[in-house]
């Protein structure tokens, strides 16, 4: 029987090319439950580890939100009744086994991680500690940020915002199946445009539904970009880090 020991990690050499330097990349729990959105699929989440690596190598200093659901989502439970509370604290605890299925799939290709909870679970995850969490940045650890804001009523995206702040971090990178924000829906129209930039008026404005309204409010208050690009295209992660045109930039 092998055990699998935490990996510790180190600064990496920064890459003299490199545009982005500490990023909060949100990841929806969609995404790693493969073409149904569902469960978690090996296969995926074993790509989207080895996307991590590559960027982690470059020096970039990551941060990381999962979303539940592929496994319980709070807001579907309260549509069916549920006391939106309760539902929100299931949905938190969703995106626990979330994180530390992706602590798993990352330290199994080498990247040094830690989960910081914002629900203490000690047995798994470290409580979150804003110092903390930026001191495990520093040292060359990927930080996985469970149970979103650790409030209900708050979602993954919101969470992903108030981290991003919390960490001063460049940006926040928000991972989707689609490849930007298009002036309508690109699957039904062939003449769909994608924007390069877009404003956070804009955004909230036209009620685009790629990130909550919450989130980006916070976003705009404290001038945080949003970048909005594919996750399912090999390479992307890393050419938004190098600074090529990927995906939409919203901005002030």
């Known amino acids: 029987m092998s055990i699998r ?3 510790q990690g180190k600064p990496q050499p920064v890459h003299p090319d490199l545009k982005i330097h500490r990023v909060l990349l949100k990841l929806s729990g ?3 439950g493969g073409p149904d959105g569902a469960g978690l699929d090996s296969i995926v989440m074993r790509t989207v580890s080895l996307e991590l690596k590559e960027i982690f190598e470059l020096g970039v200093q990551l941060g990381i939100v999962v979303g539940g659901g ?3 989502r709070g807001l579907k439970g309260a549509a069916k009744g549920m006391d939106r ?3 929100d604290h299931m949905g938190m605890l969703a995106t626990v086994i979330n994180s530390l299925a992706l602590q798993d799939a990352l330290e199994s290709v080498g990247v040094p991680t830690r989960v910081l909870s914002a629900l203490e679970i000690l047995e798994v995850a470290e409580p979150y ?3 903390k969490a930026m001191a495990h940045l520093e040292r060359g650890n990927v930080v996985i940020f469970a149970a979103g804001t650790g409030s209900p009523f708050f979602s993954t995206d919101t969470a992903a915002a108030l981290r991003a702040v919390e960490m001063q971090a460049d940006c926040v990178l928000k991972a989707t199946k ?3 924000i298009y002036d309508k829906d690109p699957v039904q129209h062939k003449d769909a445009k994608r924007y390069a930039t877009l404003t956070y008026d804009r955004f ?3 009620r685009i539904g790629v990130m909550d309204a919450t989130a980006v409010s916070l976003c705009r208050e404290n001038a945080m970009p949003i970048r909005v690009f594919s996750m399912t295209t090999e390479g992307n992660f890393r050419r ?3 600074g090529d045109d990927v995906g939409t930039t919203v901005v002030d």
């Open 240 to 242: 938004v880090c190098m």
């Open 129 to 131: 500690i804003r110092r």
């Open 85 to 87: 509370a309760q539902a």
């Open 70 to 72: 592929n496994i319980f």
């Open 5 to 7: 020991m935490t990996i």
């Open 30 to 32: 969609e995404a790693l």
């Open 204 to 206: 909230l404005a036209e």
């Open 178 to 180: 689609v490849d930007g």
